[in-house]
């Protein structure tokens, strides 16, 4: 068996979990990465992902098996046996509309469409051959953009066991 450690995935309206895990996997700027008992202190810039968490504790939802959430950004902190998942927003996969992310994901393709991928923060213009902006930067320096908002439905539906 793993060892456990604590773990947080916390908005600024609420704490969405705190409890004992033995697992957290995410995308990070530097990439996929899961996070195990005694890691090395780490803090990234979260990609739009999904973040599963291999939950222990009895009595808490979801307590054996692993529970996702869709993050939307935002950065996670790792030191003293403990992950914290700072975003601006996130749901847990229960709580995610399938009907409304499937909605949201076609508006946005539509609208990349038009708009095209971002290679600038919102609000300023793209630098000559600039590449689009991707990953953990797309969350941070184009929330607004089409390419974000797809993403960010695309994960909704991923984290709720959705087909993309």
Do not use: C, H, K, M
């Given at each position: 068996m793993a060892t456990p450690f604590t773990a947080e995935v916390v908005t600024p309206e609420r704490v969405l979990f705190s409890g004992e895990v033995d697992e957290v996997s995410l995308r990070t700027d530097v990439g996929e990465i899961a996070f195990l008992a005694h890691h090395t202190e780490f803090v990234g810039a979260l990609d739009i992902t999904v973040a599963t968490l291999n939950v222990l504790e009895e009595g808490t939802e979801g307590a054996g098996s692993p529970t996702r959430f869709a993050v939307h950004g935002g950065f996670v902190h790792v030191a003293a046996n403990h992950v914290r998942v700072l975003a601006g927003v996130a749901e847990r996969a229960a709580e995610i509309d399938v009907a409304r992310a499937r909605a949201a994901a076609e508006a946005a393709r539509e609208r990349?469409?038009?708009?095209?991928?971002?290679?600038?923060?919102?609000?300023?213009?793209?630098?000559?051959?600039?590449?689009?902006?991707?990953?953990?930067?797309?969350?941070?320096?184009?929330?607004?953009?089409?390419?974000?908002?797809?993403?960010?439905?695309?994960?909704?539906?991923?984290?709720?066991?959705?087909?993309?």
């Open positions: 990349l469409q038009r708009e095209g991928e971002p290679s600038a923060p919102d609000g300023a213009p793209p630098a000559p051959g600039a590449v689009p902006l991707t990953g953990a930067r797309l969350a941070l320096l184009a929330p607004g953009s089409a390419a974000a908002a797809l993403r960010r439905a695309e994960v909704r539906l991923s984290a709720a066991g959705e087909s993309v």
